[in-house]
Nanobody, 127 residues
Framework: EVQLVESGGGLVQTGGSLRLSCAAS????????IGWFRQAPGKEREVVSC????????YYADSAKGRFSISSDNAKKTVYLQMIDLKPEDTAVYSC????????????????????WGKGTLVTVSS
């Protein structure tokens, strides 16, 4: 079974940086997509960024463009989310999820397309 474990969250000041990691295991195929999602207190979950293991194609939400960068180490089955210039509104629980369909659909419809989820890591940006 696929397992995802996030790490790298913490407390950072406005303008600071963090790198989140999502360590995956249990894939039976090399064709999958990993997405980062976040949920702030009192708000709905939203997609942040996604990456395909097959061709490395990426997707960024508008809120992430220019400040966040997603990358992957396929040999380690680990996906990273580098976040810079963090703002208080970035405060949220960040979770990674895997879409093993090979379509990448989960990035656009997480509820129906993401098959496995990590437990999340808390990012707190102080003002």
């Amino acid at each position: 079974e696929v397992q995802l474990v996030e790490s790298g969250g913490g407390l950072v000041q406005t303008g600071g940086s963090l790198r989140l990691s999502c360590a995956a295991s249990g894939f039976t195929s090399d064709d999958y997509a990993i997405g980062w999602f976040r949920q702030a207190p009192g708000k709905e979950r939203e997609v942040v960024s996604c990456i395909s293991s097959k061709d490395g194609s990426t997707y960024y939400a508008d809120s992430a463009k220019g400040r966040f960068s997603i990358s992957s180490d396929n040999a380690k089955k680990t996906v990273y989310l580098q976040m810079i210039d963090l703002k208080p509104e970035d405060t949220a629980v960040y979770s990674c999820a895997a879409d093993v369909s090979g379509t990448g659909y989960g990035c656009y419809d997480a509820d129906n397309g993401m098959h496995y989820w990590g437990k999340g890591t808390l990012v707190t940006v102080s003002s």
